[in-house]
Structure formats: structure tokens, C-alpha cells
């Protein structure tokens, strides 16, 4: 199973910013990576009226749409937390969520002070290092907004020192 880490933090911090710029240095050294987005209202991708939403609405469980670049899965199912998330990414390296700051999983927490006054997560056990534009009072691994290669090497070292990259292409 693929190791999980919460990319967490108040609206507006940069958490999407953040994933965005990690997903291409793991990329780059050769892991396979996926996400997972936490929203709090309910959502639909698919549009109404088009075949696969009909599939949906007849009762399929699960719609895949195919083309020749990209697949596409529609579920019926319910997310009782990351674990139930898991059997999706069996195929990953990583999982970076944003979000489920309430979650269990190792988080890593973006903190822009000009946004926010106070970290959200200090004292969490869960919170394994800040990404900051300040400087913070604490143990933990500190990086700055910035500082993406060193934040990828702690992630490495942290959470995947047994697991080797699938190709050695550095870009």
C-alpha cells in the first residue's frame, strides 16, 4: 500500500500550490504519485444526460470512460475515512491528500502568515513538519514555501526509505 500524507492547512495557505509543485519532483525521480482532494459538499464530474451518467442512474457501481489518453472511474461508494481510500492506489508510490486535517495520517502543514495568525495543527501528533514563510516555535521539521526539493528528500528519508523510485531519470 502506498504511504499517505495529508498536506493540511486553513484556506487560503497554498496547499494546492504546494502539491502542485511536489507532484513534479517526485515525478521527476522516478515515483509514481497520487491525490486525493477533500471537499466538504457533494460533487458531480460527470454531466447529466451524457452515457456515463445514465450508466450511474440505471445503477452501475462502477462507470469507467475511456479514451486514448485518459481513464476515468465513477463510483458508488462512501469514504469513511483515508483507509477506505487505500484499495484505489494500490498501484502508487504516494498519496498526497489536501485536506483531512482531522485525519490520522501523517500530516504536513502550510503556514502563511499573512493568511492566518496560527498554525492549525501544532500539538497534533499526526503533524510531521510545517512549510512556512516564517519562522515557528517548534520541533518539528520546518521548510520554507519554496523549498521543495528539501521538503521531497524529507518525505523520502521519512516515509519511503525502503521504497526504491521506478525508473532512475532525473529530468
Same mark, same amino acid.
Given at each position: 500500500m502506498p504511504e499517505i500524507i495529508s498536506i493540511v492547512g486553513k484556506s487560503g495557505s497554498g496547499k494546492t500550490t504546494l502539491i502542485e509543485k511536489l507532484i513534479p519532483e517526485f515525478k521527476q525521480r522516478g515515483y509514481r504519485?497520487?491525490?486525493i482532494k477533500h471537499i466538504f459538499h457533494t460533487f458531480e464530474i460527470d454531466k447529466k444526460g451524457k452515457d456515463s451518467w445514465r450508466h450511474m442512474e440505471a445503477g452501475a457501481d462502477t462507470v469507467v470512460?475511456?479514451?486514448s489518453d485518459k481513464i476515468a472511474m465513477f463510483k458508488a461508494d462512501t469514504c469513511e475515512d483515508l483507509n477506505s481510500l487505500e484499495k484505489y492506489f494500490q498501484d502508487m508510490d504516494i498519496v498526497l491528500?489536501?485536506?483531512f486535517k482531522e485525519g490520522k495520517k501523517p500530516k504536513i502543514e502550510v503556514f502563511r502568515s499573512s493568511v492566518h495568525t496560527e498554525p492549525l495543527c501544532v500539538? @497534533? =501528533?499526526s503533524l510531521k513538519a510545517i512549510v512556512t514563510d516564517v519562522k515557528i516555535d517548534t520541533d518539528l521539521p520546518a521548510f520554507g514555501l @519554496? =523549498?521543495?526539493k528539501?521538503?521531497?528528500d524529507f518525505i523520502i528519508k521519512t516515509?519511503?526509505?525502503d521504497k526504491k523510485p521506478h525508473n532512475h531519470i532525473r529530468i
Open positions: 504519485i497520487g491525490t470512460v475511456v479514451s491528500t489536501e485536506g500539538g @497534533d =501528533e @519554496d =523549498e521543495i528539501a521538503l521531497a516515509f519511503l526509505p
